[in-house]
């Protein structure tokens, strides 16, 4: 009978599956979301999809600034 494990212990290193996954960074999120709301916000104030844009690309930018401090 074959047993299902999704956390299993590798071989080489030791380490399980989930510790050589990627870890999700909350606050680079709340940042991205917070830059996109801001550009909602200007685009609604003034009709133009450009403050949009430009937030969304702040955002990606300030996203590693966690990691970065």
Sequence with gaps: MVSAT???RSDE???RLSE???RLNV???AILVAAIVLGLVGWNAT???VPLAVMALVG????PA???A
């Design 60 to 63: 990606l930018v300030l996203m």
């Design 66 to 68: 966690p990691r970065i």
């Design 6 to 8: 999704f956390l299993r």
């Design 20 to 22: 050589k996954l990627p």
């Design 13 to 15: 290193s030791g380490e």
């Design 27 to 29: 606050v680079a999120i």
């Design 47 to 49: 009709g133009n999809p």
